[in-house]
């Protein structure tokens, strides 16, 4: 069975640094979109970051960029979302998404096309 986990979230203070993790097991995210997404309290789920496989392009919100990177580590099954200066309005909890429909991210990220689903992590930062 599929299964996603995001190990990484915890508080911060302003001006911290977290790195997520999207790791799979039963699950190879090699030929895959991975995108993290994250939902605030009140507000909408959003995709804040996502990361190509067939060309390694990424995606970031306009909130996010500059803040926070991508990567991912295909012999770890492991995709790393590490967020630099964090600020309040980063508090929300995050999810890992896997897009099995394609490998390419795109300029705009389409929550439906992303099937496998993580649990979400915590992410509280403290002004």
């Known amino acids: 069975q599929v299964q996603l986990v995001e190990p990484g979230g915890g508080l911060v203070h302003t001006g911290g640094s977290l790195r997520l993790f999207c790791a799979a097991s039963?699950?190879?995210?090699?030929?895959?979109?991975i995108g993290w997404f994250r939902q605030a309290p009140g507000k909408e789920r959003e995709a804040v970051a996502c990361i190509s496989y067939s060309d390694g392009s990424t995606y970031f919100a306009d909130s996010v960029k500059g803040r926070f990177t991508i990567s991912r580590d295909n012999a770890k099954n492991t995709v790393y979302l590490q967020m630099n200066s964090l600020e309040p309005e980063d508090t929300a909890v995050y999810y890992c998404?896997?897009?099995?429909?394609?490998?390419?991210?795109?300029?705009?990220?389409?929550?439906?096309?992303?099937?496998?689903w993580g649990q979400g992590t915590q992410v509280t930062v403290s002004s």
């Open positions: 039963e699950f190879t995210l090699d030929y895959y979109a």
């Open positions: 998404a896997a897009n099995l429909m394609r490998s390419r991210c795109g300029s705009t990220i389409l929550q439906y096309e992303y099937s496998y």
